[in-house]
């Protein structure tokens, strides 16, 4: 008797440790195909009276460096003032082409705030893990406060908003060290052949014609950008609707010349494997003559060279072109801001801060930043008078005639894929244009005939 | 004892929370992967039935193919460099003559307790084109040679699969040491009595007793390498292009940069079977009888 009752605690025991050991579900049923409606227009939130009750809401936003940093904080701070009772959790992003949200997204797990690029946008909204802020929007008049530039930044393709944009259309551009070009006796370059030219004197010199950061692979892709804008203002965008194939001549060329560039000894050693941190140091440190990046480099670039540094109108096809295409610019902006999930507890409050920090957050960066290039309308004094280089750009913009896009903004993911892997092969030397050209029209043809 | 052995029920109950838990964590993901991997699936809906047409892409994806041949280097470089280095130094720390032997014990498998992103940095910088180890040692000494070692179609995978050699030697060289250090020292004295060198004492009678230990570690060499990812995903990010590429990583890509986690689990479940396969050809090439003397 004493021998089966011990077997049987045994036995309840050891249940009690499986069961006990074996993750439970937690309810969240990843598999969003649901009735429930995320439409932030039905439902009924547990909203509580957001003036008295302390609302706590998580956050997943870029907190990097001093360009994600400081307008965070300054958002922030805002914040604590106009909503005193929203306190925020920040969870800092990955730079990890959206593994760490999407994953959140699959369990159930979203912050009730997200940074949102259009990537994540086009995965969430089939799969109702973004609100549709359409409503929002309207309630805090939204639309009124953005640049008329800037609204498709605002609105995806199927007409809705899904996310609060701070960034507008922001552009590529490429540095040069001005000293370096006078010493060597170097024109700032406005074709491809005088741009052939400077590669080839820089280099008989020692010095690196440009410093790249190809390790990323968005500025190999904007290389290439930079060439096909040249004959094609729409570039990459155009390939990325499907309306192009790399087989027209303007792509063609544009990779052709890219793989000459290269021979001549355009980039540095290993630039495959050069990091941001690495590239920009040759740069600012006078071992490189240009510098490829978007114009929020213009601040840091300053910081370090002063006057010595400017930015140059991309070389043109041939001479006869620079002035007709030199504001076809490459770069662009898309949908994208702060997003809120459709399961936030506080949803209309997390809207609304949202709203708030995507309007702080460009509000720094025009006021502090020396950066005009934002999403919204901003109604305060600017405190860091903008540099020079700005200041140019800030002249140039109402004269731009065409933007395309950055890679992280193109909308078909297997497109930005594969062009963000073939752009960075064509750097290095051992790719041909010819297989470039092949390779990347298998894959756009690929796309096209699962549509 | 032997009536607790008898006893199935007892051992049932007493293997069943290890069962459960190897159940929950590998073997219910693994049945997962497989079914995810015939859907057109983006990773957060439910996803479109299309049965085995993410394989059939597979095989005509030119990814694939160079991550199969990237992995097989992987593995080859991990198998020779580990296991033939490892086979070296134990043998050379287990000889009582060699000074310094406790030492060099510690020092051989410090690398294993590395993080991997420590590892791959440090590699970063010995491998730079411009300012490397390697190439400013060939400069130093006089040689023209200079390689791209990470941008170089024909290197970039060697490049990547040494470090991961070099980190995990270590680990080979731990196990192997611990054999050689469990065989009878008799065997030894037979063989020095029959005027048998050190070598000729490690060919005929060392490496043949450690038949079983080898098998260990062939497996676990072949597998890693099958498995690599995150090697080249901090040093390379598979690149240059698609340079260096392996199965994982074409998952991690197929997932996270083009939102196809049906075709991921479909490149996984190659991945596994890849795995098992290497594993019983292994086991099958080793199986022999016991060797005694």
Partial sequence: MKKYFTKAIIMVLVFILAFSMVACGNGKNADINKEENISATQGKNNEEKEESKPIKLRIYAQYADDDTKVPYDYALEALKKEMPNVELELDVQAQDDGQKIKTYAATGNLPDIFQANLDIINTFRTSNNILVLDEYVEKFGFEEKMHPSAMNTLYTDDGHCYAFPYAGNELVLLYYNKEIFEQNGVEVPKSYDQLLQAVKIFNSKGIIPLALFAKEKWPCVALFDIFATRMEPQGIKKLDSGEGRVSEESYTIAAQRIVELVKAGLLPKGATNLNYDQAAALFRQGKAAMFLNGQWEIEASTEVLGDKVDWMYYPAYDLSTYESTKYAFSGGGGPSGYAVSPRAKYKDVAAEVAAFLSLKYAECKYTMRGNPIIATKVDAPIVKPYPPMMEKLSQDIPKITSTTAFAWGLANAKFKAAIEDHTQKLLTGFYSAEDFVKDMDKVLNEIASSN | ?293
């Fill in chain 2, 1 to 293: 004892m032997y009536k607790y052995l008898r006893n199935k029920v007892a051992i049932l109950i007493f293997t069943l929370p290890a069962l459960i838990v190897f159940s929950v964590i590998v073997f219910y993901p693994i049945i997962q992967t497989f079914y995810k991997s015939m859907f057109d699936w983006n990773g957060l809906g439910k996803g479109t039935f299309i049965f085995l047409d993410n394989y059939k892409r597979l095989l005509k994806d030119s990814i694939f193919h160079i991550s199969i041949r990237n992995g097989l280097i992987f593995a080859a470089v991990l198998a020779v460099l580990q296991i033939g280095i490892g086979t070296f130094l134990a043998f050379a720390v287990s000889d009582i003559a060699l000074k310094g032997r406790n030492f060099l014990r510690i020092t051989y498998f410090i690398p294993v307790v590395l993080s991997i992103t420590v590892v791959c940095q440090l590699w970063l910088s010995i491998y730079n084109e411009e300012f490397g180890l390697i190439n400013k040692l060939m400069e130093q000494l006089g040689f023209l040679y200079r390689q791209n070692w990470l941008s170089s179609e024909k290197s970039a995978i060697y490049a990547v699969a040494v470090v991961n050699a070099w980190q995990y030697m270590g680990y080979h060289f731990a196990l192997i040491l611990a054999a050689v250090k469990s065989l009878p020292e008799q065997y030894f004295e037979a063989a020095r009595i029959d005027g048998a060198g050190k070598i000729k004492a490690h060919i005929s009678i060392t490496i043949p007793l450690l038949y079983e230990t080898y098998k260990f570690c062939l497996i676990l060499a072949v597998t890693g390498g099958l498995n690599a990812f995150a090697n080249m995903y901090i040093m390379t990010n598979g690149g240059p292009g698609d340079v260096t590429y392996t199965l994982t990583f074409l998952m991690y890509r197929s997932a996270f940069r083009v939102n196809e986690f049906g075709y991921g689990c479909a490149a996984a479940a190659v991945l596994v079977i890849e795995c098992l396969l290497a594993t019983i050809i292994i086991n099958k090439s080793f199986r022999r009888k016991q060797i005694t003397y």
